[in-house]
């Protein structure tokens, strides 16, 4: 088994029709930026019901038709936050959590200590979040939160801490694929190459990605000397 194996983000896509939430962290084969990407899908009307908004640098899920809303709990919350020199993306409302964290002089792992998997049995969906820090240079951290058993009796929390390499990122997504239950994701994030072009990077994602299940795409490219960043949105509920 090759550990080091790295591959197109859209041949994985490709072999899965439903991955369901997924985050992507890494850094531009140039070495100049550091790159991330969210996207979210769904099998149900009210999972599908949702787009992406961009407010003030933050990504929000919203109701695309808020009449068709059944349960808000877990498919509406703010995905992508900043805090000082640090970016936040997660799958749900843990962006808040690991937030204030932060601002109280805390980090990730001490906020993911008070969470756990989503309440959503029989799938139990693991909890995915990612942190850019920006502090002097780039890193980033990943963790997956996931249940112990099939019960939800417990949960088991594994971070990931990453040093930056050019045309290398991080995948990590709530399911192997399909199924009922839907089966959580195993192992540790997968190897995924990062190109220069935001533009290639987010077509290969959104194209690759089962047309029927995906709903939102978000990617942003930050250059790490400037700050300068360029983002691309895609919602397929217009």
Same mark, same amino acid.
């Given at each position: +088994?090759?550990?080091?194996?790295?591959?197109?983000?859209?041949?994985?896509?490709?072999?899965?029709?439903?991955?369901?939430?997924?985050?992507?962290?890494?850094?531009?084969?140039?070495?100049?930026?550091?790159?991330?990407?969210?996207?979210? +899908?769904?099998?149900?009307?009210?999972?599908?019901?949702?787009? *992406?908004?961009?407010?003030?640098?933050?990504?929000?899920?919203?109701?695309?038709?808020?009449?068709?809303?059944?349960?808000?709990?877990?498919?509406?919350?703010?995905?992508?936050?900043?805090?000082?020199?640090?970016?936040?993306?997660?799958?749900?409302?843990?962006?808040?959590?690991?937030?204030?964290?932060?601002?109280?002089?805390?980090? +990730?792992?001490?906020?993911?200590?008070?969470?756990?998997?989503?309440?959503?049995?029989?799938?139990?969906?693991?909890?995915?979040?990612?942190?850019?820090?920006?502090?002097?240079?780039?890193?980033?951290? +990943?963790?997956?939160?996931?249940?112990?058993?099939?019960?939800?009796?417990?949960?088991?929390?594994?971070?990931?801490?990453?040093?930056?390499?050019?045309?290398?990122?991080?995948?990590?997504?709530?399911?192997?694929?399909?199924?009922?239950?839907?089966?959580? *994701?195993?192992?540790?994030?997968?190897?995924?190459?990062?190109?220069?072009?935001?533009?290639?990077?987010?077509?290969?994602?959104?194209?690759?990605?089962?047309?029927?299940?995906?709903?939102?795409?978000?990617?942003?490219?930050?250059?790490?000397?400037?700050?300068?960043?360029?983002?691309?949105?895609?919602?397929?509920?217009?």
């Amino acid at each position: +088994m090759n550990v080091y194996k790295t591959d197109a983000i859209s041949d994985l896509l490709k072999a899965k029709s439903y991955p369901g939430r997924g985050i992507v962290i890494g850094k531009s084969a140039d070495g100049q930026s550091a790159v991330f990407a969210y996207f979210i +899908m769904g099998r149900s009307e009210n999972s599908r019901n949702r787009v *992406f908004v961009e407010k003030e640098g933050a990504i929000f899920t919203e109701p695309h038709d808020y009449s068709k809303v059944s349960d808000p709990s877990l498919i509406i919350y703010s995905a992508i936050r900043e805090i000082s020199d640090k970016v936040i993306v997660t799958n749900g409302d843990q962006t808040d959590t690991i937030y204030d964290a932060i601002s109280r002089g805390g980090d +990730m792992r001490e906020a993911l200590r008070t969470r756990e998997f989503e309440p959503d049995a029989p799938n139990l969906t693991p909890r995915i979040s990612g942190v850019l820090s920006f502090d002097g240079g780039y890193s980033y951290e +990943m963790s997956i939160l996931k249940s112990s058993d099939p019960e939800g009796t417990g949960c088991n929390r594994y971070f990931y801490e990453y040093t930056p390499i050019s045309g290398l990122g991080h995948f990590l997504h709530t399911y192997i694929d399909d199924g009922n239950p839907l089966p959580t *994701f195993s192992g540790e994030p997968e190897r995924v190459l990062i190109p220069n072009s935001i533009d290639e990077l987010a077509d290969g994602i959104w194209t690759s990605l089962n047309p029927e299940n995906k709903i939102s795409l978000y990617v942003r490219y930050i250059n790490i000397e400037t700050g300068k960043s360029e983002s691309r949105l895609f919602n397929k509920n217009k």
